[in-house]
């Protein structure tokens, strides 16, 4: 297997506060990979790491097998980076924007052109290429920042909380803008985040990092493997024995236990949904009747919990600072 990203035993102090406590991870070539956690937890600390704007105080991070603290502008050239906070001069067009970032990179102007028109086409916005970026809604913005990043064809694109703040539709746009460069590019994405959902609906595998370690890593199904926590499927019943009933469920295939309270048969399967109608089906053959049927489906936020303690919810929302990020003290840059 090859690696875009090794990190080995990072760590970051910032005077007493240790912001990253030793992490270890390995990112494949074209995966996407995501950093799941809560504010202050060390995501931004490690993005900040391997995108070379701070030093590691222990441990390595190599991108494409370049050190980042040895070599950061071989690194800098083979990355893009789409920070939390919005970045874009609003006092410039939208093809402006890209086409400083491109020269930055020392593209020649064909190749810009190319590439400024290309990207442009691809987020959406070759009608807005020409008006103030100070016109653009914010999920307009973050889709040019998402071009931006790639104007110079990086092999990794690095991205720190890249929905926070944005409305449900435009979270759900930018999504499926970040498959579309993943397919066509074949890039290697590194995503921070602490939405649940954007996390499970995006990533190959997930670490939940808290406290500056990480406390789990792997598939999201193979961390809903891990826990004990399965689907709960709630059964209203009647007319039935419910300890032989709960006898019968046990033995239905991917039922993990199942208890009876009162008139309701508590459920936990491996797949919630595949198991109703069988267990529909076998109850009322036990001569049940069934009111009410409710499905709670394992989710990554259970994993989450499961592993820290708390739900992500929970966390105190932490005033952005539009050069740092959110949760960051601004004396350290955490």
């Known amino acids: 297997m090859s690696y875009s990203i090794e990190i080995s035993r990072l760590t970051k102090a910032f005077g007493a506060l240790t912001a990253l406590n030793g992490i270890t991870l390995e990112i494949l070539d074209g995966e996407f990979f995501g950093l799941l956690g809560p504010n202050g937890a060390g995501k931004t600390t490690l993005i900040r790491i391997l995108t070379t704007l701070i030093k590691p105080t222990g441990g390595s991070a190599r991108i494409m097998g370049i050190d980042v603290v040895q070599s950061p502008a071989k690194v800098r050239n083979i990355i893009g980076v789409v920070p939390q906070a919005m970045t874009t001069d609003l006092d410039l067009t939208g093809f402006e924007a890209l086409d400083i ?18 990207l442009l086409a691809m987020v959406g916005l070759t009608d807005r290429a020409k008006d103030l970026i100070a016109t653009y809604s914010g999920g307009m913005r973050r889709r040019l920042e998402i071009a931006r990043g790639l104007v110079h064809k990086p092999q990794i694109l690095i ?86 009933a709960v006898e019968w469920v046990k033995t239905v295939a991917k039922v993990t236990s199942c208890v009876a309270s009162d008139c309701d048969l508590i459920i936990y399967a491996e797949d919630g949904a595949m198991a109703i109608p069988v267990l529909i089906e076998g109850l009322k053959n036990l001569g049940a009747g069934i009111t009410k049927v409710v499905l709670k489906v394992q989710t990554l936020e259970d994993v989450f919990i499961h592993f820290t303690g708390r739900p992500i919810r929970e966390e105190e929302v932490k005033k952005v600072n539009f050069l740092l990020g959110a949760g960051v003290p601004s004396k350290w840059g955490r």
């Open 101 to 118: 970032y491109a020269r930055i990179y020392g593209m020649a102007k064909k190749e810009r052109m190319e590439r400024i028109s290309e």
């Open 159 to 244: 991205l720190d909380e890249p929905t926070i703040g944005l409305d449900p539709q435009s979270r759900h746009a930018v999504w499926e803008l970040l498959r579309k460069f993943r397919s066509i590019d074949k890039l290697t994405i590194l995503l921070t985040t602490h939405y649940m959902e954007e996390a499970e609906e995006l990533c190959d595998r997930v670490a939940i990092i808290d406290y500056g370690t990480i406390a789990a890593l792997d598939t999201v199904t193979g961390l809903k493997k891990q826990i004990p926590q399965k689907d709960a499927v709630l059964l209203t019943v009647s007319g039935v024995d419910m300890a032989k």
